[in-house]
């Protein structure tokens, strides 16, 4: 099984200011997918095959990397931003999502 | 438009049998490449896969329940199940459904489950 590891757990972020989360993979994966989820609501999903951004999610949003290290990176943060972010791979199975990061405003 | 919505018992007891539906529009299950997906979310926790289903009809588990689950789908009523044998407290989560590729595209609500004596 693919372990995904997600740093940070938990981060803060200024409006306007530019924020990445990591998801180191334990094996090599070809893509990576990113979701949002924010409180009480359902799973988003924002990037899909590493590095394209789904339907209707603003361009701030950007994701990148190969190999066993992935990235999603917010240029500017805004308040909506404040949720949970998860990677997800589907290289081999099982099929593994990260553990997670919080992000918030401050 | 594509909506997927869940639907479960609510709340069950230790060892009976949790079964779930996914009732979605706006695509098929018997289009090539598309799948729809189960995955849950204990309360404060982070998300598990459990089982896709293809149009082919090809299945995929995850190994650390596979023995419990079993998923399906009924295709001309746009469909799929999944039922869980056997469960514990440890099951007690929202469980979503959701459209695959590699990926899940458009989640359901979601449902929420209770295992409770």
């Known amino acids: 099984e693919i372990v995904l590891t997600q740093s940070p757990t938990t981060t803060a972020a200024s409006p306007g200011e530019k924020v990445t989360i990591t998801c180191l993979a334990s094996?090599?994966?070809?893509?990576m997918y990113w979701y949002q989820q924010k409180s009480g609501a359902s799973p988003k999903l924002l990037i899909y095959?590493?590095?394209s951004l789904a339907s209707g999610v603003p361009d701030r949003f950007s994701g990148s990397g190969s190999g066993t290290s992935y990235s999603l990176t917010i240029n500017t943060m805004e308040a909506e931003d404040a949720a949970t972010y998860y990677c997800?791979?589907?290289?081999?199975?099982?099929?593994?999502f990260g553990s997670g990061t919080k992000l918030e405003i401050k | 438009q594509v909506t997927l919505k869940e639907s479960g018992p609510g709340i069950l007891q230790p060892s009976q049998t949790l079964s779930l539906t996914c009732t979605f529009s706006?695509?098929?299950?018997?289009?090539?490449?598309?799948?729809v997906g189960w995955i849950r979310q204990p309360s404060g926790k982070g998300l598990e896969w459990l089982a896709n289903?293809?149009?082919?009809?090809?299945?995929y588990y995850n190994p650390s329940l596979k023995n419990r689950l079993t998923i399906s789908k009924d295709t001309s009523n746009n469909q799929a199940f999944l039922k869980i044998t056997n469960v514990d407290t440890a099951d007690t989560a929202t469980y979503y459904c959701?459209?695959?590729?590699?990926?899940?595209?458009?989640w359901g609500q979601g449902v929420m489950v209770t295992v409770s004596s």
């Open positions: 095959s590493t590095s």
């Open positions: 706006g695509f098929s299950l018997s289009t090539y490449g598309m799948g």
């Open positions: 094996s090599s994966v070809s893509n």
């Open positions: 959701a459209r695959t590729y590699n990926y899940f595209d458009y």
């Open positions: 997800q791979q589907w290289s081999s199975n099982p099929l593994t």
């Open positions: 289903i293809w149009w082919d009809d090809d299945k």
